[in-house]
């Protein structure tokens, strides 16, 4: 039977360097896990910034939203501002004319 352990066992030499390969694998791996925890907790802060973003960016849209109601609630369609630049435009040309005819002395 002490032959047989004999045959089975590494020589001590070989199980040092395998302790030590072992120890090496196993800060690789706490150094990976980590750098895996630093990683993720660097994209939850991306994703809590990029949320309050949005956020910010969705209360920004609801005011213009309402806004533009205020707006066009308030204001004028295109063809009443047509009619209305028509009404402007009548006026101006008709100032013209009299500021020409005072100019001549043609009263």
């Given at each position: 039977m002490?032959?047989?352990?004999?045959?089975?066992?590494?020589?001590?030499?070989?199980?040092?360097?395998?302790?030590?390969?072992?120890?090496?694998?196993?800060?690789?791996?706490?150094?990976?896990?980590?750098?895996?925890?630093?990683?993720?907790?660097?994209?939850r802060?991306?994703?809590?910034?990029?949320?309050?973003?949005?956020?910010?960016?969705?209360?920004?849209?609801r005011?213009?939203?309402?806004?533009?109601?205020?707006?066009?609630?308030?204001?004028m369609?295109?063809?009443?501002?047509?009619?209305?630049f028509?009404?402007?435009?009548?006026?101006?040309?008709?100032?013209?004319?009299?500021?020409?005819?005072?100019?001549r002395?043609?009263h």
């Amino acid at each position: 039977m002490a032959d047989s352990d004999r045959d089975t066992r590494p020589p001590a030499s070989r199980s040092a360097i395998e302790r030590h390969a072992q120890t090496l694998v196993g800060f690789v791996i706490c150094g990976l896990i980590g750098w895996v925890g630093v990683s993720v907790a660097d994209s939850r802060e991306a994703v809590a910034r990029l949320d309050e973003r949005v956020v910010s960016l969705t209360d920004t849209v609801r005011e213009l939203r309402g806004e533009v109601r205020q707006t066009r609630d308030g204001g004028m369609t295109k063809t009443e501002a047509a009619a209305e630049f028509g009404r402007v435009w009548s006026a101006h040309v008709d100032l013209k004319r009299r500021v020409d005819l005072l100019e001549r002395g043609d009263h």
